[in-house]
């Protein structure tokens, strides 16, 4: 079964940035999607940005110029550039994977943006 581990939230200011990161535990061949979710207290799980194997990029409109996804060369991992953050950004940060009828959910990181 296949983990994913994620890492790189924390605490910062209005303004400030933020770089998550999250491998899977094994190397994934072929097609796969890969991605960040995030929810707030009260609110539901929402798609902040996606990559494919392609490299095709999908991003909620809210964070659209300001956080930026990529992923690894070789390695099933992908990485969330979070610049300008805001109050709103606030949330507990989910890594999905899917592949093939997979569909994977790593154990969330806090972000929290905050004076």
């Known amino acids: 079964q296949v983990r994913l581990v994620e890492s790189g939230g924390g605490l910062v200011q209005p303004g400030g940035s933020l770089r998550l990161s999250c491998a899977a535990s094994e190397r994934v061949f072929g097609l796969y999607i890969m991605g960040w979710h995030r929810q707030a207290p009260g609110k539901q799980r929402e798609l902040v940005a996606n990559?494919?194997?392609?490299?095709?990029?999908n991003y909620a409109d809210s964070v659209k110029g300001r956080f930026t996804i990529s992923r690894h060369n070789t390695k099933t991992a992908v990485y969330l550039q979070m610049n300008s953050l805001k109050p709103e950004d606030t949330a507990v940060y989910y890594c999905n994977l899917k592949f093939n009828q997979n569909d994977i959910w790593g154990q969330g990181t806090q972000v929290t943006v905050s004076s």
């Open positions: 990559i494919s194997t392609g490299s095709l990029t």
